[in-house]
Each structure stands twice: as C-alpha cells, then as structure tokens.
C-alpha cells in the first residue's frame, strides 16, 4: 500500500528500502499490511467503521453485514433472525444510522447483556428449543440520552434549514394546478394555491423542507395519483374532476411520508404530530376548566327606572322600586298579564319618558330628572300605568339605553305562561281541492302585480 510512515522528520517510501538509521529503514515494507489510509480524529468511529455523515450504508451491530439507509427494515430483519436483537421504538429514532453506529461501538465494547433486557422464549421447552432475545430500548438510561441527544441535533439542523427557506428569496417553482410560475419566496407559491385552488397544506412557517416536499406531490399528480385518497386515475381530467367533487384537494393527514415535511413532528421526543396535538388539546381543556372554577360571577348591576340605584338582581331592584318610589313592577306585570314583549316595550317607554323629564301619566314635562320624580311620587302618578295603546308600540321595541341590564332579567309572566299553556289553538286545514281556483285567489297574486 503506497503509503508514507514519517518517524520524527523522516520519510520512507514503502516502495522501496531506506539506508538511513531509522528503525523502520532496511525493513521490507510489504510486511505493514495492516497500515491507514487515511487521517484519523478523535473520537474514532463507532466500532471501525467509517462514519461520514452522507453515508448511504448502515452496518449491523454484530456482523459486516450492511445495508442501505432506505432498507431499514431489512436490518432489523437480519438482527431479530441472526442476532435475536429487537430494537424498541425505533420509528422514533431521529438519526437511525448513528443510532446504530454507536451501539455498534459500544456492543464491542462489553457484552450485550450488559446493556438490554433478556427475553427467553419457549420457556417451558428443553433448554436446547429455548431462545434469548435480548431487547434493546429507551428504558436503559443510556439509551434514552442517546435518542435524546439525536432528537436535538435533528432539531437543531431542522431549525436552521427553516430558517434558511423562511428568508430565502431565490425560491423558484410552478403551481402544480395551474401552471402559473412563482419566484421570491415560498410562501408566495402556498398561499396562491391555499387561496386560488383551496389546496392548503399549511402555513409556510409550519413547512420544512419545501421544495422536496412539492416533489413528492407534484410526483404523484404526475403518476395520476390523489393526493387524498391516493387512488389512481386513467387520465389527468378525470383526476381533476375527481378531486375536486370529492373535495379531495387535499392532502391525507395519515400519510407518514408527509410527516418529515412539518416541523411540529420533531418537536418533541418520542411524539408525532397527532400526539403534541392531543396534548394540546388537552391542555387547552384543563386550562379552560381552571379558568371555569376560578370564574366568579359579576353582579347584574340593574338600573332602578326612576333614579340612579343599582342592584345585583332583579329582586333587589324590584323591592327598591316598590319602597323608594311606591312602583310595584311584579304586581303590574301580573294585573296586566304582559309577556316578555310587552315588559320590553314598558320598560324602554318607561325609560324614554324619565329621559326627557316627562311625566309618563299627565304628560308634564320638568326642568329637572328630580322634580319629575317628586312630582309623580306625590300625584301617585307613578304607580299607575297610561292606556295600553301609549306604550304598547313597535317603537319602544329597541332599548332607550343600549346598555340596560334589565332588559337581559325580564321573564314571561307565569300567569301568561299558564295562560298559554292551557289555552288551544285552532287548527284549520286549508282546502287544496281546487289548487287552480287558490292559486288564482291568493293574496300572493297581489304581490306579483304589484311587482310588474
């Protein structure tokens, strides 16, 4: 192997001899065969093996036998079959290759017993039909801080290449509907195709990795493919038309292969999306439910009709009406039988006519809210109602003050409710024999007329 060992500041080729006094010179080189080829760095690679990041293989933990990062599963096959490893959780391992390539390392270095939980399986057999697995997962302190410390180096990494796309403006890429070309940043592209084509895939912010991720759909529009249902179509229309009457423009949120494109799913270790989510949710709900049992209800704070007073309930308010100003309103609302309506209707006529300083029974007006009060206090004018027709009118349906409290207290009579209750209602059916002859009379027929 053309290599050259340098002792102190002497070189030798190994293609030849050296007459010099170093110890290594007049050796022949052919017997260094086990020599390095290239540079080391501390620390060394996981059990030998060449770790250099962009490295499509991953070797087995026991054996020289490796495989390719996409074939995984391929793996972990071999080492349950040959091996009897199995591997806990692994879907939630954020860097698998380094994950192997350390337990690697540390599997030469003492035995695997000492670090994973040993299965034995037909227990009750002979000793010769037995088997151990040994299980190795994050219950073993060490290996947790190992997930753990690739969930925050992914993190990290996936961080700065968000970042990197958040600001990037040399973003190029065409609409995948209509064919229209956008340049600048991503977000211009998303939120075109969220607004002009209903195909949200989530706020841009939310999205790593873009442009891999536009591949991957524009690919299976490409194959004929759904991007929902992932069904396959003879032909681009009929595609189309799919979905968009199926409102399949969308993309199916239990797809896996989607899940390296948003970056809630490296939030957290050990959880997907659909987890944090849960959580969140959850959250939000004790949260509320604290919120709930802390509330304390605030006093009503009705306005009296006549003066300034105010009330935590309407009992109060009623009870101050009745002694301060001799107005009894549950007995009013009772003697009349006025519903809700008509209570509305009072009240707002009520509060109109205080408002302009006018007396609601002889029509007196004053210069002041206090004389007007004294006034009817004294004539008694205040107890009694003015004729139905003076304040029974749409107009006092709105409210004199937009803010009246007492207006939200005001129930139906429950003489008026018995009332209804008990009273019947005639029903009469409408005679359609002759539907020509009551399409020609109705009263709709004015309407049309009326209308030309």
Not at 78 to 93: F, G, N, Q, R, S
Not at 154 to 177: A, G, K
Not at 226 to 255: G, P, S, W
Not at 392 to 407: A, G, H, S, V
């Amino acid at each position: 192997r053309a290599v050259l060992f340098r002792w102190g500041t002497h070189t030798c080729n190994p293609r030849t001899t050296c007459g010099s006094d170093s110890p290594l010179c007049g050796v022949t080189w052919g017997i260094y065969t086990e020599c390095i080829l290239e540079p080391l760095s501390l620390p060394e690679s996981p059990g030998g093996v060449d770790a250099v990041e962009s490295s499509p293989y991953v070797p087995c933990i026991f054996c020289k036998e490796c495989y390719v990062l996409a074939e995984q599963n391929q793996l972990l096959k071999h080492m349950i079959i040959e091996h009897k490893l199995v591997i806990a959780d692994v879907k939630l391992v954020a860097d698998f290759r380094s994950y192997i390539l350390y337990w690697k390392r540390r599997f030469a270095e003492q035995p695997v017993t000492d670090f994973c939980s040993v299965i034995r399986t037909n227990s009750k057999a002979p000793l010769e039909e037995q088997d151990n697995y040994f299980l190795l997962c994050d219950v073993l302190p060490e290996d947790r801080l190992l997930r753990e410390q690739l969930q925050q180096k992914r993190l990290r990494e996936i961080l700065e290449q968000q970042q990197q796309e958040r600001y990037d403006t040399s973003f190029h890429s065409m609409c995948m509907f209509c064919d229209q070309e956008f340049t600048g940043n991503r977000s211009v592209l998303l939120n075109h195709m969220a607004r002009e084509h209903a195909f949200n895939i989530g706020l841009p912010d939310n999205i790593v990795n873009c442009y891999e991720f536009l591949a991957v759909l524009q690919g299976k529009l490409d194959n004929l493919q759904c991007l929902y249902c992932e069904k396959v179509f003879r032909d681009k229309n009929t595609l189309k038309d799919h979905m968009r009457k199926k409102q399949h423009r969308r993309i199916n949120a239990k797809n896996k292969e989607y899940d390296k494109f948003y970056i809630i799913n490296y939030l957290e270790f050990g959880k997907s999306w659909e987890e944090v989510q849960s959580e969140d949710d959850r959250e939000l709900l004790d949260n509320l439910e604290e919120d709930w049992s802390d509330w304390e209800e605030h006093p009503v704070c009705a306005v009296c009709l006549f003066c300034e007073q105010q009330a935590d309930t309407t009992e109060k308010l009623y009870l101050h009406m009745q002694k301060s100003h001799g107005f009894h309103f549950p007995k009013i609302k009772s003697e009349h039988g006025l519903n809700f309506y008509q209570q509305v209707k009072l009240v707002n006529f009520i509060r109109r006519e205080i408002h302009h300083c006018r007396c609601y029974n002889c029509q007196e007006k004053f210069e002041s809210k206090g004389g007007l009060i004294s006034h009817m206090e004294e004539t008694k004018h205040i107890a009694f109602l003015p004729a139905r027709s003076t304040w029974d009118q749409p107009q006092y349906y709105f409210p004199t003050y937009e803010n009246d409290i007492l207006l939200c207290t005001l129930s139906d009579s429950e003489d008026a409710k018995a009332e209804d209750q008990s009273e019947e209602v005639p029903v009469v059916g409408e005679d359609i024999s002759s539907l020509k002859a009551l399409k020609q009379s109705s009263v709709l027929n004015q309407l049309l007329t009326f209308g030309k």
